[in-house]
């Protein structure tokens, strides 16, 4: 069994820069892809990014490339997710999630075994 739990998400103005932490539990950390999704009210679930398992592939949605970036660290059972230049169209729920012993992350939700409960992040304009 994993828990994941996410932190990090609030209040910040458009432009602005917010760091989501997800932390691990549970052996398989590192040997599983990770990645993040967030979902917007009345919205479906978008896959936002995904890192490899040793940390040296990632893969990032269109909406986000170039502002955002995935990283990991295994020692500390533990993947970020650094938003910088947030719009307000990046307000959503942010989920962090295990895709359990996948090298590569997968950018559909159905790929990922484990999730956490989610930090809201709300951009205002």
């Known amino acids: 069994q994993v828990q994941l739990v996410e932190s990090g998400g609030g209040l910040v103005q458009a432009g602005g820069s917010l760091r989501l932490s997800c932390a691990a539990s549970g052996r398989t950390f590192s040997s599983s892809a990770m990645g993040w999704f967030r979902q917007a009210p009345g919205k479906e679930r978008e896959f936002v990014a995904g890192?490899?398992?040793?940390?040296?592939?990632?893969y990032y949605g269109d909406s986000v490339k170039g502002r955002f970036t995935i990283s990991r660290d295994n020692a500390k059972n533990t993947v970020y997710l650094q938003m910088n230049s947030l719009k307000p169209e990046d307000t959503a729920i942010y989920y962090c999630?295990?895709?359990?012993?996948?090298?590569?992350?997968?950018?559909?939700?159905?790929?990922?075994?484990?999730w956490g409960q989610g930090t809201q992040v709300t951009v205002s304009s």
């Open positions: 890192i490899s398992r040793s940390g040296g592939g990632t």
């Open positions: 999630a295990v895709s359990s012993g996948r090298d590569w992350p997968a950018k559909v939700s159905r790929e990922y075994d484990y």
